[in-house]
């Protein structure tokens, strides 16, 4: 090896050691004065702004998501919110949570839904105190329906020689059971609590789209439709995205186009913190020490 290449791999190795320290001393920097603000201190120093309330994935029960818009709620600088909503549903006790802080943020703020891909069943829900809805013609949402699911696998069970045992203190204590199948009583006892709930949510349907419950019944059936289609139905207000909302949040609740949108999150501020640090040492890592000038260059020369 000549002196030309020992030198060029020094250098190399030094200034992979630099990336790593200045990265921990942006990192730490940062983060200590981050850390010592109070939560919801970077938007006082902003002034007013739009937010944006991200629900993705499945719904489920979310206490940081409520606590968030229940601070939203009280905050003054935040001029109104944009709830963005790309999910195909969830549990029904995590949807009418959402729904319910959204409905008390509604009182206080502006609130416009944008849905995405999917909004449909708890995702569409959580779309309902809005004073808006905005889709897109190929969001598929609507899915205005309960289901409750089981298997049961007492034949199959059988087959192999197992058999299965209960005590239970009631006859519907273990209906739905995989292990059995299910009884003429506890089929009615399960479908009474899927019609209590599919009611509930006809209720909330009706009174965010300002419908009769006849109507939405009508279209409860669990049908999924593509965002034109919802809005002959009267559950989609307009076509678009976010640009959409903003123009109409300027001419109808006269909240500036001009204002900063600011993503509510959900997560702690540490918990961010930690996950934007290990990703920024992940991609150091890579570049330098896996990628250009490290052991990827060292195996391909």
């Known amino acids: 090896m000549t002196l030309e290449a020992d030198l060029l791999l020094d250098r190399r190795r030094l200034k992979r050691r630099l990336t790593l320290w200045r990265v921990l001393a942006v990192l ?109 013609e190929g969001t598929l949402t609507g899915s205005i329906g309960v289901i409750l699911q089981s298997f049961e696998a007492s034949e199959l069970l059988t087959r192999l020689g197992v058999h299965s045992q209960s005590i239970a203190s009631g006859p519907l204590k273990d209906q739905p059971s995989p292990f059995r199948p299910l009884t003429e009583e506890g089929r009615a006892s399960l479908t009474q609590v899927v019609e209590d709930m599919q009611a509930n949510f006809v209720r909330m349907v009706a009174a965010g789209r300002n419908m009769s419950e006849e109507a939405v019944r009508a279209i409860a059936d669990g049908r999924v439709m593509a965002g034109g289609r919802a809005r002959e139905a009267g559950l989609v207000d307009a076509m678009g995205g976010e640009r959409e909302a903003r123009a109409w949040l300027a001419e109808a609740r006269a909240v500036p186009t001009s204002l900063p949108i600011r993503t509510l999150e959900t997560r702690p501020r540490l918990e961010r913190l930690l996950a934007a640090g290990t990703e920024s040492l992940a991609r150091a890592f890579f570049t330098e020490w896996l990628g250009r000038g490290g052991l990827f260059a060292q195996i391909a020369r």
């Open 28 to 136: 730490a920097g940062l983060g200590a004065i981050w850390v010592a603000l109070p939560e919801g201190s970077t938007a006082v120093l902003e002034g007013d702004y739009v937010a944006r309330l991200e629900i993705r994935g499945t719904i489920r029960e979310d206490r940081r998501m409520v606590e968030t818009i229940k601070r939203a709620a009280t905050n003054g600088h935040l001029r109104a919110v944009l709830v963005a909503i790309d999910s195909p549903g969830g549990t029904v006790a995590g949807g009418e949570a959402i729904h319910a802080a959204l409905t008390h943020l509604a009182a206080s703020k502006p609130v416009v839904a944008i849905m995405g891909g999917t909004a449909a069943s708890a995702g569409y829900m959580v779309a309902l105190p809005a004073a808006r809805i905005f889709a897109r």
